[in-house]
């Protein structure tokens, strides 16, 4: 392109990001050249801090800004129930939901051997250190239903087993609203085998 | 959301782009997280530095990083014959199809009323200071096709009567592929109207 190299460097930057293709990156950085310079100049701020302002909670990885994140710190979250997720997105989900009132776990990893993702890759030492000091008699293991998800929820089951702790799944069914005409074959039997009775 | 203060302001920012919804805002910002620190960091630097880089060219409008742009400075562009455009972004379009090796003249602006843009509003003056020094003999007007656009188009063409200058206005029709059946009556219109003896 025949512009000068900030906007295409900005383009070329922006179409890294996933979803985004070269023209809409070129759009978007001609769309930041437009707006008062106030806006660009904090976007980049905040883009630039990001690293060095969010860190991982030191007890269950969420990200946060101190050294513990807000649930953590929340003296109204149960101590004793644990729910493991694979990102700080899905816990947000389920934050979203409101339905979980205990702690959490992020692994940030899940079991992928092909991917050389390994036991070892997992914060699972830290899992087993909360164990004792929080009292934690119940895991919630919400990992994906996906086959990493899966195998890492049989793994941490495994790895538990043996410390008197209660562990569960979620389930596995028809999403709200699912058609049984267009469900795929894995999550219809997974609903079948784990109908409960009325 | 419940995380930290960052990737929440980073979200609220990011979907203030056109085309980018919250749930992508968040997307993005926690792709951006869980990148490199490095590419957070030169996003940051550039978007952060965009307007004090990019300029208008003191001779045309077109963006650039110095006094002139590449255009301007290019002494193989022909100094004689001036396309007129709207935007920067239809300069680059007209670029990539590398039939124009004259050079540009960018409004930033187009006539509407409505919106408060009068003539006074656009770049005028400086196009008229143009004529003399570079031996300009001919202008292309290729603002968009639109009431706007058109509007600005006539009254340029206005401004620039009598003073023996060639005005041109790019043509209007069907676009290349375009099926009879679904065009639009005023593009169709035009396009039987503009017809060429073969």
Redesign the interface.
């Given at each position: 392109?025949?512009?000068?190299?900030?906007?295409q460097?900005?383009g070329g930057?922006?179409a890294?990001?996933?979803?985004i293709g070269e023209r809409?990156a070129?759009?978007?950085?001609?769309?930041?050249?437009g707006q008062p310079?106030g806006?660009?100049?904090?976007?980049?701020?905040?883009?630039?801090?990001?690293?060095a302002?969010?860190q991982r909670c030191g007890r269950c990885g969420?990200?946060?800004?101190g050294p513990l994140?807000?649930?953590c710190e929340d003296p109204r979250r149960e101590a004793g129930v644990l729910c493991i997720v694979a990102r700080?997105?899905d816990?947000?989900a389920l934050?979203?939901v409101g339905a979980f009132r205990g702690r959490y776990h992020v692994l940030h990893k899940l079991l992928a051997p092909l991917e050389g993702v390994g036991p070892m890759d997992l914060p699972l030492d830290a899992l087993l250190q909360r164990i004792e000091p929080e009292g934690v008699r119940e895991l919630i293991i919400a990992t994906p239903l996906s086959v990493e998800g899966e195998a890492t929820a049989l793994y941490i089951t495994e790895v538990v087993r043996s410390r008197g702790i209660a562990v569960s799944r979620i389930a596995s069914g028809m999403p709200h609203g699912g058609e049984l005409e267009y469900a795929d074959p894995i999550t219809l039997g997974r609903a079948f085998d784990g109908r409960r009775a009325l």
């Amino acid at each position: 392109m025949a512009g000068p190299d900030a906007l295409q460097e900005l383009g070329g930057l922006l179409a890294r990001l996933p979803g985004i293709g070269e023209r809409t990156a070129q759009r978007l950085a001609f769309h930041m050249l437009g707006q008062p310079p106030g806006y660009a100049a904090e976007l980049g701020r905040v883009i630039a801090q990001l690293h060095a302002r969010v860190q991982r909670c030191g007890r269950c990885g969420n990200f946060c800004e101190g050294p513990l994140c807000r649930i953590c710190e929340d003296p109204r979250r149960e101590a004793g129930v644990l729910c493991i997720v694979a990102r700080v997105q899905d816990l947000m989900a389920l934050e979203r939901v409101g339905a979980f009132r205990g702690r959490y776990h992020v692994l940030h990893k899940l079991l992928a051997p092909l991917e050389g993702v390994g036991p070892m890759d997992l914060p699972l030492d830290a899992l087993l250190q909360r164990i004792e000091p929080e009292g934690v008699r119940e895991l919630i293991i919400a990992t994906p239903l996906s086959v990493e998800g899966e195998a890492t929820a049989l793994y941490i089951t495994e790895v538990v087993r043996s410390r008197g702790i209660a562990v569960s799944r979620i389930a596995s069914g028809m999403p709200h609203g699912g058609e049984l005409e267009y469900a795929d074959p894995i999550t219809l039997g997974r609903a079948f085998d784990g109908r409960r009775a009325l």
